[in-house]
């Protein structure tokens, strides 16, 4: 008992367990690797939409950091004004009403003075009329500028150029310089304005031709350092672009400075991204939705820029309509899945090759799914190690470029120190000739590139002057300096000098006697510069005739010397890495690649106030870097960058992609490999059984199976073609059974005998006719021989042939069943265990009386038209024929009244199953046959079928039954 309870227990577990492990493997498992897989395409997906959107925002805050410089946006504002003038047709007119629409939107910003093609001035257009034979000297020389600037020549090739300039500067502004006349002159994108002077109205000047028109352009000083340029791009990019905001901000930002205005939330997150970027972190704010995240630029040293999406991405239609349709996707995989593990166990109306595709289709998939999901992260995982290894690089190069800094400066002052020994302490005669002096400093060019050389001696004579190119302003003070300095060096008494003594000199002789022959730093105010001292005694000479000299670089200049020569001999060997530099007095930006300038300065100016500034993406020029840029500790006057090009890691994820695709494309044509065996070893034999089947549908007994494969299944289509040969010659039995049976209806005065039978298989067991045997008598007869098929339908021909031949020798119902059962006594004697009941039935049709004989058949019954009582003539038994050899059949007599009708039936009826799986036996034929009762017999016995069809749907046995209707 308790075995039992323990092994009960022990099912219950395991059953519960199975369930768990099926739930876990066929639904969690795939579930969470389906939802992984989606996931991931989703996220494709999206960063492909993030990074448009950023694409999207970057474009805008170019256009902003372009414009966020007045003297770029009043070179716009002009170059776009001569291109108008060079199309018109009147272009004074088109010019005059330009300018009135200039002065109305810029009230006070603008003068302009407008000369016609021959130079003089035209007062009608002009603000300054005055002055007009300096203006037209001044609008000439400005024209031999343009000209010279468009055949790539220097200014300085102008004749005259100097005197000219010198005594136009007055006029112009006395802040010009000469190398600012071209700035005007460059394209749209790098042109500018230029400082003229510091005058409120004439702060800066713009110069430029169109349509046989020349104009110089005077703009106040509150324009240029007001955020007009900005005001007006915002505008234009908001009225254009409706979807976006794009506006600026001073620093640190408040409600009240940001242009264009913003709500109170709205403006708190975008204070947040600009504190973020500010906090050197230069990447657009983090957010799972690019559409919602904030881009921030560092416009200038007063102005930040921002760019963000106006709407709100859960109302966006195209992303509501990606996040449903993803979702919706998701669930109806994950429902198909579970449909499909159910029907395994319940199947649905489902071929079997459709579900055998079905299962290897996910069985593909699965792997697939793994495989870009993995993938993906692995590229992910391998991107991020591959771009720190690339920002470390970057790091490297810039700070061992930047440490390098003093041992080329060392290089120098001992290259220096060589080069002075050798040409003026031994051949100090070079100096006093000119020719010799100018190959002097030719050949000093190549050793230190030096910005100014200067040679004095104490008594202040300047040996190169007029020789070596200038760098500082005034040369005269210095070289008097230069030689009081070595006075007091020769003297060896700095005790005499009083408090006359100049800046220059102390610093000379404070430099000469701590940093001779070595580069050293030399700054008053903003003018900072490397020096190089070195005393020279020329062979043979006393101490007082020993010189001074001074070799003096732009500080920046000697820093980029340094940048270029370390690039040049001593960058790592890699032709990826890219350098620039940008100068910080200077704004100048080399050793840059071919690239858009513009997003370099803007690289480069955010990182002056930083340690160090990163950007994993920048794209220029259609090429992405990652750019590392820092402010150089020994080059202070350097902004220093590293550029690696990302194809690296690009070449790197595409590795790894090919190669998932390779494995990918191996599982693919491993399934479809597996797809054609499937086809030919299981697919077509299913096909061909299963049209084997429709042909036994269909009684088409002549198909034979095409044997396509020599496995089980071919095995199996040679089976299935013999059972197709045996019932091909059981269908000639069965038609030829047909024809042993009588017609099922005969008419004899006053009967009329109705016959009907349905059968179990083809061949049934089950045998009746009707005889008539004279004009007044007629033989029924009705046998059921044990079992089916051929055995059955063989009992059943004998019996016809027993009836034929005795028919010949004069019918009686005692003869019929003695020879009945002497042929299967026969039968039974050689061995034979099938057999047969019987009852023979002699009738006359005009009185209704009859003699029955019952050889172990079912008991005929009577049913009572008048009554509707049943009478069941279970007198009449005896043993069945072929029991008993010597038996002699006795015919029991019976009457029939006017409306009676007999039924002789098979066993096949009481044997029928009710719903509850119960035979309904005698009583329930009985019950049957008196409610199908009909008008006549051919309807009665209709109606008895469709009430057992309706009672048992599948038969046990064969159903025959005779009805004989007597009026």
Avoid at 467 to 481: E, G, L, N, Q, V
Avoid at 716 to 741: C, G, K, P, Y
Avoid at 824 to 845: Q, V
Wanted: charged content about 20%; some cysteine; hydrophobic content about 40%.
């Amino acid at each position: 008992m308790l075995q039992a309870i323990f092994k009960n227990q022990t099912g219950q577990q395991l059953k519960i367990l199975n369930l768990l492990l099926g739930f876990i493997c066929f639904f969690i498992l795939p579930g969470l690797i389906i939802f992984r897989g989606i996931d991931g395409i989703i996220t494709i997906e999206a960063s492909a939409r993030k990074q448009l959107a950023e694409q999207k925002k970057q474009e805008l805050l170019d256009q902003l950091e372009f414009f966020s410089e007045n003297d770029r946006f009043a070179h716009f504002i002009f170059r776009s004004l001569c291109s108008e003038l060079d199309n018109a047709t009147d272009a004074q007119n088109k010019l005059k009403s330009e300018i009135r629409k200039l002065k109305n939107s810029f009230p006070g910003a603008f003068t302009f003075i407008v000369a016609d093609k021959d130079g003089n001035l035209l007062p009608t257009i002009s603000d300054e009329t005055s002055y007009s034979y300096m203006y037209r000297q001044a609008i000439e020389l400005l024209s031999n500028v343009s000209v010279a600037f468009e055949h790539g020549k220097e200014y300085v090739t102008i004749p005259d150029f100097s005197p000219r300039f010198n005594r136009l500067k007055p006029l112009l502004g006395d802040l010009i310089k000469p190398d600012h006349l071209t700035l005007p002159l460059h394209k749209n994108r790098y042109g500018r304005s230029f400082l003229a002077s510091g005058n409120e109205t004439r702060f800066h000047l713009w110069h430029g031709h169109g349509g046989n028109l020349k104009l110089l352009v005077y703009i106040s000083r509150n324009f240029i350092r007001g955020d007009t340029g900005l005001r007006w791009i915002t505008r234009r990019l908001n009225r254009n672009s409706p979807e976006t905001i794009a506006g600026y901000s001073s620093y640190p930002p408040d409600q009240h400075t940001f242009t264009p205005a913003l709500s109170k939330e709205l403006a708190a997150k975008v204070t947040m991204a600009l504190a973020s970027h500010e906090e050197m972190n230069i990447a657009p704010e983090e957010s799972d939705n690019a559409w919602q995240s904030i881009s921030c630029r560092f416009l200038n040293q007063y102005w930040r820029g921002f760019a963000l999406f106006r709407h709100n991405t859960q109302n966006d239609p195209t992303v509501i309509k990606a996040a449903f349709t993803a979702t919706v996707v998701k669930y109806l995989f994950v429902l198909c899945f579970v449909l499909f593990v159910y029907q395994l166990k319940h199947p649905f109306s489902i071929t079997v090759k459709l579900k055998i595709s079905a299962f290897f289709a996910f069985a593909v998939l699965l792997p697939i799914l793994v495989i870009f999901t993995q993938t993906m992260e692995y590229v992910r995982q391998n991107e991020t190690e591959m771009m720190n290894d690339l920002k470390n690089e970057a790091c490297h190069v810039i700070e061992k470029l930047d440490g390098n800094y003093e041992w080329f400066l060392k290089k120098r002052a001992n290259a220096l120190t060589r080069y002075l020994t050798a040409n003026i302490e031994h051949r100090p005669e070079i100096l006093r000739q000119k020719e010799s002096s100018r190959k002097f400093i030719d050949d000093l060019t190549p050793v230190a590139n030096p910005g100014e050389v200067m040679i004095t001696d104490s008594n202040s004579t300047d040996f190169l002057l007029g020789i070596s190119r200038r760098i500082t302003r005034d040369r005269a003070p210095m070289c008097s300096a230069a030689s009081n300095a070595l006075k007091t060096l020769i003297s060896g008494n700095i005790a005499d000098k009083g408090p006359t003594t100049s800046i220059f000199e102390m610093l000379f002789y404070t430099g000469i006697y701590e940093h001779q022959n070595d580069i050293s730093y030399f700054g008053i105010g903003d003018f900072e510069m490397g020096v190089y001292y070195q005393l020279l005694q020329p062979k043979g000479k006393r101490r007082e005739a020993m010189l001074l000299a001074i070799v003096s670089w732009r500080l920046h200049e000697l820093q980029r010397d340094h940048i270029e020569n370390y690039c040049l001999h001593e960058l790592p060997d890699n032709e990826n890495l890219q350098i620039a530099a940008y100068c910080r007095s200077g704004e100048d930006l080399f050793r840059a690649p071919n690239t858009s300038q513009p997003r370099l300065i803007n690289l480069m100016k955010m990182s002056v106030n930083r340690q160090i500034t990163q950007v994993d993406q920048l794209n220029l020029d259609g090429k992405e870097y990652i750019a590392v840029a820092m402010p150089g500790r020994q080059l202070s006057r350097m902004i220093l960058a590293a550029f690696l090009p990302l194809e690296k890691v690009k070449r790197q994820r595409e590795i790894i992609i090919n190669q998932a695709k390779v494995l990918v494309l191996s599982l693919c044509l491993l399934a479809m490999a597996t797809l054609y065996l499937l086809r030919n070893w299981l697919f077509r034999p299913l096909h061909e059984l299963k049209t084997g089947i429709d042909a036994i549908a269909k009684r088409d007994f002549h198909k034979r199976l095409e044997i396509v494969c020599h496995n089980e299944f071919g095995e199996l289509m040679t089976a299935f073609n013999h059972s197709l040969e045996t019932l091909q010659e059981l269908e000639v039995a069965r038609i030829v059974q047909e024809s042993l049976l009588p017609e099922n209806a005969l008419t004899s005065n006053r009967c009329q005998i109705v016959a009907k039978t349905r059968i179990m298989t083809n061949l049934g067991g089950d045998y009746y006719d009707m005889i008539p045997l004279d004009s007044n008598k007629v033989l029924l007869f009705i046998g059921d021989a044990t079992g089916h098929g051929i055995p059955a339908a063989l009992s059943m021909a004998m019996a016809k042939s027993i009836l034929i031949h005795e028919n010949h020798l004069g019918l009686t119902a005692e003869k019929l069943m003695q020879q009945v059962n002497q042929v299967f006594g026969n039968l039974r004697r050689h061995g034979s265990k099938d057999y047969m009941t019987a009852l023979c039935i002699e009738l006359d049709t005009t009185n209704g009386s009859g003699r029955a004989i019952n050889a172990g058949h079912c008991y005929p019954m009577i049913f009572s038209q008048n009554t509707g009582k049943i009478r069941v003539l279970s007198e009449i038994n005896a043993l069945p024929p072929g029991f008993d050899a010597k038996i002699h059949y006795q015919a029991s007599e019976f009457l029939l009244q006017p409306g009676d009708r007999l039924f002789l039936f098979t066993d096949g009826f009481v044997e029928c199953q009710n719903s509850s799986g119960q035979q309904i036996g005698f009583d329930g034929l009985a019950e049957i046959i008196s409610a199908a009762d009909g008008q006549t017999a051919d309807s009665h016995i209709a109606n008895i079928f469709q009430r057992l069809e309706r009672l048992s749907a599948q038969l046990q046995d064969d159903c025959t039954m005779i009805v004989l209707s007597f009026q």
